[in-house]
Each structure stands twice: as C-alpha cells, then as structure tokens.
C-alpha cells in the first residue's frame, strides 16, 4: 500500500539516500535500521510527505504523495498518516490530553468522537493517569506514548515513528514494542518504524537497514 521507487536526496553535496525503494503491505510492520547519519530520519519525512525528494515518487493506496501539494499532503496527515517525530514534538504548555486531541483542534474535526477515540487510545498505550500531566511532568517513556496516542488519534492507516536515539532503556523499549504490535493486531495498522534496538527490530514482521544511502534488505 505504500512504496517508493528510487529516492534520492542529497543536502548540499551529501547524497543522503541514493535511489531507495522499497514498500510497506497492509497490515505490516517494518523497522528501519541503520547508523546514526545514514538516513532514517530524512527517509521517513520523504515518506511521510515532510521532505520533498530530488527524485523519485512515493504512493499510498495508489495516491502520489511526491505529487501532492501541500493542501492534499495535509488532507493525508489528517486521514491516513500518523507521524511519530524523534522529538516527538509535543507542546509543553499542553496537558498530555490536550496534546492529543491537537490534529482534530487543528482540523476543525469532531472532538466529541476523539475524546471516545482518546479514551481507549490512552487505555491500550497506558497513559489513562497522565492525561491531566504537562510533558515535562511524564516521563520519556511516558511521552513518547503520548506522541504515539497523538499520532493514533484519527486511526490512520499508516504510522511512521522516529524512535529517539539512545535516551529510553530496555524495559521501556520492550514496552512499546508490545504495545505497537498490540496496535497493529487490534487496529490493522500498518508500521513503519526507525529503531537502533536489534531485538526491537526483530520483533517487527521485516526490518531494512539503511547503509551509504541505499536499503540492504535483511530476511529475519
Ligand atoms: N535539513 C538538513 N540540512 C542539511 N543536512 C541535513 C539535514 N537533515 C539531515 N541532514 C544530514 O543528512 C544526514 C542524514 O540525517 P538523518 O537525520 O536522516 O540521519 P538518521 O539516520 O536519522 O540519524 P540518527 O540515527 O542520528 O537520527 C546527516 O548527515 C545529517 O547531518
Ligand atoms: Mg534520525
């Protein structure tokens, strides 16, 4: 449901990816790994519509995202596409609630189903006691499930999630590794995930390892 044919995009003279392609099925829950440098991050917003490759097409459901302008692009963020930044981006002077709830604010949605939506988002994510807490006040475990349930919010059918480098332990990275696999066995959501824990990856379905700009695929 979603591929990209051969992706380049250099900043200055760096060539950051260097002809990518590659596909995500329905359903399906692929982790991208790779060193620090190599590209995780612009390959996902190239994905994800964030970052407009030199060349190259990206399509989901047969839609071409590398061809949409920015009106269409945000029509997808707020239908098909969830986006988990490395830096998650919430706002700080926002409850984890409020926080959220933001993409349905923003597009002028229908809070009243959210907040139905929210409530058994944050119960299968376990964030239900933080919901009344600024950022600051979670732990980092605590947000990035908070980014996640922010993501989730509109039941996209594609979520992309930049895991943040090194900070989180293993305990919490087990967590969120079942609690992502709980989200794609109940809500069928399809995940494409940058990770730099092995054991993570491979709990996914296919992991892809990003290397002098290209993609090795690796069978598990
Ligand atoms: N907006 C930008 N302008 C210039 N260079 C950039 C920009 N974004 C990324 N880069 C460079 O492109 C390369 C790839 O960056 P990217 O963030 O995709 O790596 P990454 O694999 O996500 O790394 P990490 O694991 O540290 O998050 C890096 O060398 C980075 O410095
Ligand atoms: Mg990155």
């Known amino acids: 449901m979603l591929t990209a044919h051969g992706l380049y ?70 239908t098909k596409l969830g986006f988990v930044y490395q830096e998650l981006n919430l706002i700080s002077t926002l409850s984890g609630e409020d926080n959220i709830l933001l993409p349905i604010i923003f597009s002028h949605g229908d809070l009243t189903a959210a907040r139905r939506t929210l409530r058994t988002l944050a119960e299968k994510l376990e964030i239900s006691h933080l919901l009344d807490r600024l950022p600051a006040e979670m732990s980092g475990g605590e947000r990035q499930r908070t980014a996640i349930a922010r993501a989730m919010i509109h039941a996209p059918s594609v979520l992309m999630l930049d895991e943040p480098t090194g900070s989180l ?11 992502l696999l709980r989200l794609q066995a109940e809500d069928g959501v399809s995940i494409l995930r940058v990770t730099h824990s092995r054991l993570a990856a491979e709990r996914g379905d296919r992991v892809i390892v990003v290397r002098d700009g290209l993609v090795q695929t690796e069978a598990l």
């Open 169 to 179: 332990d293993s305990r919490n990275t087990e967590e969120v590794i079942s609690l």
């Open 9 to 78: 995009k250099s900043y200055g003279t760096q060539e950051v990816l260097r002809g990518i392609s590659l596909s995500l099925a329905d359903g399906e829950f692929l982790s991208v790994m790779g060193e620090s440098g190599s590209g995780k991050s612009t390959l996902l917003a190239v994905l994800a519509g964030n970052t407009v490759p030199d060349r190259g097409q990206v399509f989901l459901d047969g839609e071409e995202i590398t061809a949409m302008k920015e009106k269409e692009l945000a029509r997808l963020r707020r």
